[in-house]
């Protein structure tokens, strides 16, 4: 017995040892990396410099940041961060020694008002006499969209091109509840409030239709209006290639004057070098996104004056919060924080968000109205803020968005899963015991309690009033245009300026200029939040596979209906009363 209690004391005694000694390691490990990154100091560039600027990587709102260790490893994710390509673009704009840009922008995965951010950088870069050459093997219509500001595009001549208009196509699961008996009761308000109508009908209302028409309509004029200026050619042109279906190879983009010629990349490559002045046998100097970058201090510790700019990121759930969701939990708290540090003159929201939680919406509204006494609040748009990413951008001081942003959909709805069909196939029945006749409440397995129904009414109703208020207050309207905004109806960002919901066109770094502007600061250094902790545990996921099983439901249901459930986890008041995007708009 001794034997064996001193076996498992030394097993355990030696595993206690190497866990110890590994997380020392792993500290050595991330203290090296952090002296020999901080050596590096800033890059210098070469004469006649080429800022590769490939897009055909992941591209996300805020840049990813990677431990030391991540990177000492060589395991960063190959993902771009918004933020950082703008920078590089600025850069590059402004540096003697890059002369022109090679753009990639074949399948860029940005959204619309994203890639119209990077085109705007491009467009400015051409503005300093410097040159853009963009290839593609095959171009989407979003990548051909960004390549067309270039001064020459070239196509790989066996590689095709997509121009054939926008449109955007909704399911509908009518049907498919009856078969199978799962179904979401719901309960809504406005009468553009098509969320949950594809639970409701098995077709698009006439609503619907004239809401997602003239949000299409108004984005592709901004298309066709940049793309007609860049190639010259006439807005009535580009609309009787796409009526036509023109474009069947890679011979008619060219034949159109849509691309400039076809070649294969090191041809491509060689026309570079030519416009440059170099041999065909010499090296181009291609420099990275990180490496141009790398040129410039990102921070001035010298410089105390501070600007901040809060990503606020995903659905809006009841919770803690993450990088990729936003809850009252991490938001609030760094608001408050932001709203005592007297080095943060400014704060800049950055909303992406299609909205969810209304309890969620009105506590990070509330938060920001206390911050609005002790500093500017600006909120810059993403690809979309939209019913509550509007509602926590209403109250702000001023109010930028891309002409491209989805926003609006100011209206209140309430989903609850209900499996009782189902239940019923399959010989389970749900019964209850109740010391009152409402005392249940609403249940999942059997049919929603009227009384119930009509509580969640009620408090539709309370919210959608709510709502209104804050646009009311914030942007200064009157109840009866608030109105007839509202009714859950989505606007592009440049129908959202014409009637009053924004108050400038433009992004996140005009935002930023706009508060130093306030201001009257010239020199300040901009700090991203909200920031979050890394501990022993994603330090581990980084250099170690993750054990965690994904839900298998995500791969099997739309986007919509996986938020809608997730939101439902929450057991608190009025968890199912959402202010979230009225359908989910994808705009191929």
């Known amino acids: 017995m001794n034997f064996t209690r001193s076996f498992f004391a030394s097993v355990l005694g030696t595993l206690t040892a190497f866990g110890l000694l590994f997380v020392i390691l792993l500290l050595i490990i991330s203290a090296t990396a952090s002296i020999f990154n901080a050596s590096t100091g800033v890059r210098t560039l070469s004469d006649n410099s080429i800022l590769n600027l490939d897009l055909n990587l992941p591209i996300v709102e805020r840049p990813p940041v990677f431990d030391e260790i991540q990177s000492l490893f060589g395991l960063e994710e190959e993902v771009l961060g918004l933020p950082n390509i703008l920078s590089a673009i600025k850069i590059a704009a402004e540096n003697p020694k890059i002369q ?25 870069f051409k503005s300093k006499d410097k040159f853009i050459y963009a290839y593609g093997d095959v171009f989407t219509q979003k990548g051909y969209f960004l390549a ?60 619907n239709k004239f809401q997602i028409h003239t949000l299409l309509n108004d984005i592709w004029s901004t298309l066709r209006e940049e793309i007609s200026i860049s190639r010259d050619l006439l807005p009535e042109t ?33 026309k570079i070098k030519t416009r440059l002045g170099l041999d065909i046998d010499e090296k181009l100097k291609k420099v990275s996104i990180n490496s141009v970058n790398s040129t410039k201090e990102s921070y001035d510790a010298s410089i105390k004056d501070r600007i901040a700019v809060v990503f606020a990121k995903g659905p809006i759930l009841y919770g803690e919060g993450s990088e990729s969701i936003i809850a009252q939990g ?69 109010i930028f968005a891309d002409p491209l942003s989805i926003t609006g959909s100011i209206g209140v709805f309430a989903t609850l899963p209900n499996v009782k069909g189902f239940l019923d196939d399959i010989g389970i029945q749900a019964q209850s015991v109740e010391t009152h006749p409402n005392a249940l409440g609403y249940s999942p397995f059997q049919t929603l309690n009227k009384s119930y129904e009509q509580q969640m009414i009620s408090g539709i109703e309370n919210i959608y009033d709510i709502f209104k208020e804050r646009v009311i207050q914030g942007r200064e309207l009157s109840p009866e245009a608030v109105e007839n905004l509202a009714q859950g109806r989505v606007w592009s960002g440049k129908q959202a300026l014409k009637l009053g919901l924004i108050d400038d066109l433009g992004d996140l770094q005009d935002a930023i200029t706009l508060a130093a502007n306030d201001l009257d ?52 008041p009025s968890p199912y009363i959402q202010t979230l995007l009225p359908f989910e708009l994808r705009i191929h």
Not at 149 to 173: M, Q, R, T
Not at 548 to 567: A, H, T, V, Y
């Open 148 to 207: 067309s500001v270039a001064d020459s595009i070239f196509l790989n001549p066996v590689g095709a091109l997509e121009f054939k208009g926008l449109a955007s196509e909704v399911l509908y699961y009518k049907d498919f509840q009856d078969k199978y008996g799962f179904k979401m009761e719901v309960v809504r308000h406005g009468k553009y409030k098509s969320a949950v109508e594809p639970f409701l009908e098995n077709e698009m209302s006439a609503e």
């Open 521 to 572: 600061i010239e020199d300040y250094n901009v700090i991203e939040y909200p920031k979050f902790e890394d501990n022993l545990e994603n330090m581990l996921k980084g250099i170690t596979p993750s054990l965690e099983l994904r839900n298998p439901l995500k791969n099997l249901m739309p986007e919509q209906m996986m938020l809608i459930l997730e939101s439902n986890q929450f057991r608190g």
């Open 238 to 270: 580009l609309d009787g290639i796409v009526s036509s279906n023109k474009i069947a190879i890679s011979e008619d983009a060219v034949s159109s004057k849509l691309i400039d010629g076809l070649a294969y990349e090191d041809v491509f490559d060689e």
């Open 330 to 398: 991490i938001f609030v708290e760094t608001l408050e924080e932001l709203s005592k540090d007297d080095w943060i003159k400014a704060v800049v929201l950055r909303v992406d968000s299609p909205g969810g939680s209304a309890l969620t919406s009105e506590l990070i509204w509330r938060t920001i109205e206390k911050l609005k006494k002790s500093k500017p609040v600006i909120v810059s748009m993403g690809n979309v803020a939209a019913s509550g990413g509007y509602y926590i951008a209403a109250g702000a001081d001023h």
């Open 100 to 124: 022109g840009i090679r753009l990639r922008s074949d399948f860029i995965s940005s959204g619309w008002a994203q890639t119209h951010s990077i085109r705007k950088a491009l467009k400015n």
